[in-house]
């Protein structure tokens, strides 16, 4: 149980482009997910807060216009980056959280992450 | 405001040996504490948790914490160490959201 996939698992295109990224719960449904970012040899930054028929939260210095959340169900999110430039080439992972199991508060389950280059 | 530091940013083990891999967190409340580890090129995987039940916690592959809090500490501990642990493992602390650790990068040689 608790599968949360990403998709696609790594991205290359030209600046300038966007990029969209999903994050779905496989089995289990999840009001809030997670985006991070993670540069080589770094821990994982918090981007982003995704909740479930309303806006996302943002941490302190992302941008909100750069980096488009979009929570449309309760097993998908998206995160589209919007003109992207090299340096947004990263690591993007998602989490979700399982809130229906009470066991299991303030679990997030991680997905395999997408590997996006910007040439 | 809630923080994690783990102590080392490499450690080197022989397979068999045992694997010690410390964290050290600040929190104003309660904390609900996680080791999660991290194959080259993937996400991250729960290894363990500790949500204020018991304070020795076992989680997979072996892999077991001890929530000190007088000593503010949840290390990661496993008696013998497998080539196939070599990863990176990170501690983290949440309330809400989670804070990570810089992350302890595991080396197993034969």
């Known amino acids: 149980g608790a599968v949360v996939s990403q998709h696609p698992s790594r991205v290359i295109c030209k600046s300038g482009t966007s990029v969209k990224i999903e994050c779905r719960s496989l089995d289990f449904q999840a009001t809030t997910m997670f985006w991070y970012r993670q540069f080589p040899k770094q821990s994982l930054m918090l981007m982003a807060t995704s909740n479930e028929g309303s806006k996302a939260t943002y941490e302190q210095g992302v941008e909100k216009d750069k980096f488009l959340i979009n929570h449309a169900s309760l097993t998908l999110s998206t995160l589209t980056v919007t003109s992207a430039h090299p340096e947004d080439s990263s690591f993007y992972i998602c989490?979700?959280?399982?809130?229906?199991?009470?066991?299991?508060?303030?679990?997030?389950?991680f997905g395999p992450g997408t590997r996006l280059l910007v040439l | 405001a809630q923080s994690v530091t783990q102590l080392g940013s490499h450690v080197s083990v022989s397979e068999g040996a045992l694997v010690l891999l410390r964290c050290n967190y600040s929190?104003?409340?309660?904390?609900?504490l996680f080791w999660y580890v991290q194959y080259p090129n993937q996400g991250l995987q729960l290894l363990l948790k500790y949500t204020s039940a018991a304070t020795l916690v076992k989680g997979i592959n072996g892999f077991e914490a001890e929530f000190k809090k007088s000593e503010t500490s949840f290390h990661l501990t496993k008696p013998s160490a497998h080539m196939s642990d070599a990863a990176e493992y990170f501690c983290?602390?949440?309330?809400?959201?989670?804070?990570f650790g810089q992350g302890t990068i595991l080396t197993v040689h034969p």
């Open positions: 983290a602390v949440s309330y809400g959201k989670l804070t």
């Open positions: 989490s979700a959280r399982d809130e229906v199991w009470r066991g299991n508060q303030e679990t997030q389950y």
């Open positions: 929190s104003s409340v309660p904390p609900y």
